[in-house]
Structures are given as C-alpha cells and as structure tokens.
C-alpha cells in the first residue's frame, strides 16, 4: 500500500470479518464522532 492519509483526514471505507464472521465496514461508524481500531495477533 503506498497511498498515505493525512493527519484529519477521513480514512477511505473498509471492512473486515469479525471473530463471529459477520462483515464490519467502517462506514456502518461514520456518524460516530471517533472510532477506534484494535488489531490483535490471535491464535499464534
């Protein structure tokens, strides 16, 4: 990945699986005010 994002700027839509296989997208929180990721290394 080589495209960068500025400090304020909005972060470009994703999503992800959940542990309970349900499909999460960033957009489902953008009414949120803040949002907050946490990666974890599970099952090593």
């Known amino acids: 990945m080589t495209d960068s994002i500025a400090v304020g700027q909005a972060a470009p839509d994703f999503e992800l699986t959940d542990v309970q296989g349900r499909t999460i997208r960033l957009s489902d929180?953008?009414?949120?005010?803040?949002?907050?990721?946490?990666?974890?290394?599970?099952?090593?």
């Open 29 to 44: 929180y953008r009414a949120q005010e803040n949002v907050v990721l946490v990666f974890t290394r599970g099952f090593t």
